[in-house]
């Protein structure tokens, strides 16, 4: 079965190109027929409602692919309008001068019926492409497309990357290349507005992504053709000779990003200070659990930096057997610490390496609707013998006491660290809420995070400028009373930081956690 032109496209299609006498159009069971080995197939994707669909020349050329053809000559190009599951999404097969392409849109999950002929031509598109692209289309104000909630926008784009770079076709791939295309309207935004690098940073692209990369930006309302080309050329280069592509192509950003993509090991080399060999994905991007259940939090907090935060989660452990008492809760949430020890040790020597890293995740095993005060007694625990694996010599911040004292902090690999917990136990009155996720989280945040986001001198509560605040510490302060979940903020300083880390039902300093002290000892 050849492909489904619709009468309007066919017209325009008429008009605009010139069809070659020996060139079929694509079968419905090949995404990229008859492998041709002077031709580079190149994969698009998009969540953008309307592409994938062919479109006029003569129309303001808003649509990439558009864009694309006129850079190759338009007349040379060929335009195929496929269309051939419907309820599954929509694509656009498009042959130029030594490419083939396909501009894959939106799919449609909310179709009554799959259709496993579709899901099998999409995979297959997957697999055989030489490279991927993924565009990004911001119709106004990089601030409107970062605060979009609703699985719009960034929020949209980025866990669609993920997806993409996860597919087992890219995973058992890492040499195929993938190109970021980010459009803006150049009415409202302009390129030195559009932050390119922090955008890459913020998909989760940033550092080393283990597969050659680069990131381009073009007007979408006038885009620059010959600068198209360039970038598609680049990936008919790069998957070419992957390897030399790597090493000049490794995305460079302003600040470094803390994902490592696609690796199921990753090993620390002599540069970098850490001994311990990742045996599993720490990042978002790269599926991990932990991030992926605390992101509803990261979402929801009110903190001014929480979206942008770039962190590691921790391991989790093999499923086991319900437990029933809490002696075995305890062994439970050893065995979680012991487990994370290595990958903790692994992200400080990361941090002082140069990666901007802002916080470790920990799933506190089986403490998810506990009261605080027991919420506390596992958290203890996970202290404690987190504390005792510490790789510094001579260390263990648990036995370097008294910890109720201004003092204290909890230390491990050299690193001090500032401890949040959340719970669902705690109301959306609390800073602690965990907006819907069902586990308790330990969020480890290296001290230097907070100088890297503004967050320098403390200041206590007296000091704080309500009404008009200008420093990040007063904003996050703000933000947090101005949404009905203040939190107590010390007037003498230094505080106890550990009376912290652990937060009461009611957080207005009249009564505080003592976590680390037993329970039978209180």
């Known amino acids: 079965m050849g492909s489904n032109i619709s009468k309007s496209s066919s017209k325009s299609a008429a008009k605009q190109y010139t069809r070659p006498a020996n060139l079929e159009d694509a079968p419905s069971e090949a995404p990229f027929p008859k492998k041709d080995p002077s031709c580079t197939d190149i994969l698009i994707r998009s969540e953008e409602q309307g592409f994938g669909t062919s479109r006029n020349l003569n129309d303001k050329p808003e649509v990439l692919m558009d864009a694309l053809i006129k850079a190759y000559g338009g007349q040379k190009a060929i335009a195929i309008r496929t269309n051939r599951f419907r309820g599954q999404g929509e694509n656009t097969s498009v042959v130029l001068p030594g490419f083939r392409v396909i501009a894959m849109g939106p799919r449609m999950y909310w179709s009554r019926m799959r259709n496993r002929k579709a899901d099998a031509w999409f995979e297959q598109a997957y697999e055989t492409a030489d490279g991927f692209a993924y565009t990004v289309n911001i119709k106004s104000t990089v601030d409107h497309y970062l605060s979009c909630g609703d699985y719009s926008g960034w929020e949209r784009d980025r866990a669609e990357i993920s997806r993409l770079l996860r597919r087992p076709s890219l995973v058992e791939n890492p040499k195929k290349p993938f190109l970021l295309l980010v459009g803006y309207d150049n009415a409202c935004i302009t390129e030195d507005d559009l932050g390119l690098d922090r955008l890459v940073n913020l998909f989760g692209l940033g550092g080393h992504l283990g597969r050659p990369f680069r990131s381009v930006s073009y007007s979408s309302s006038a885009p620059d053709e010959d600068e198209l080309k360039e970038a ?25 990003n803390s994902v490592v993509t696609n690796t199921s090991t990753l090993f620390a080399d002599d540069d970098n200070a850490g001994a311990y060999i990742l045996d599993y994905d720490p990042t978002f991007l790269g599926g991990n659990p932990t991030l992926q259940r605390f992101e509803r939090i990261k979402k929801g ?11 590691w989660g921790g391991k ?25 020890a290595g990958p903790l040790a692994e992200f400080v020597a990361r941090s ?3 990666e901007s890293l802002d ?22 625990h996970l202290l404690t ?8 010599p001579g260390e263990n911040s648990m036995k370097m006491g008294p910890i109720d004292q201004p003092h204290w902090r909890f230390r491990f690999a050299g690193e001090d660290f500032f401890i949040t917990t959340f719970s669902p136990v705690y109301q959306k009155d609390s800073s602690r809420h965990s907006f819907g996720a069902s586990q308790a989280f330990m969020l480890f945040q290296p001290m230097e995070s907070f100088g890297r986001h503004g967050l320098t001198e403390d200041t206590p509560a ?7 605040p200008t420093s990040m510490r007063d904003k996050a302060r703000v933000a947090f009373k101005e949404n009905g979940c203040p939190y107590h903020i010390p007037e003498e300083l230094p505080y106890p930081v550990a ?6 039902q009611k957080d207005d300093g009249t009564a505080f956690i003592r976590w680390w002290e037993p329970l039978d000892a209180k």
């Open 301 to 311: 907090t009110h903190c001014p930096f929480a979206r942008s935060a770039k962190l």
């Open 462 to 468: 007296s000091a704080t400028n309500w009404s008009n």
């Open 359 to 380: 916080g470790f995740c920990l799933e506190i095993p089986r403490s998810g609707y506990l009261k605080p005060d027991l919420l506390g007694e596992s958290v203890r």
């Open 499 to 504: 009376e912290h880390i652990v937060k009461p």
């Open 352 to 354: 002082k390496d140069g």
């Open 232 to 256: 598609l050329e680049w990936l008919r280069k790069t998957a070419g000779s992957p390897d030399e592509a790597t090493a000049m192509t490794e995305c460079e950003t302003e600040e470094e």
């Open 385 to 392: 013998r987190l504390a005792s694996l510490d790789p510094a």
């Open 316 to 340: 989790l452990m093999d499923e086991h057997k319900p437990r029933l008492n809490s002696e075995d809760r305890f062994q439970e949430i050893q065995e979680a610490a012991s487990l994370n």
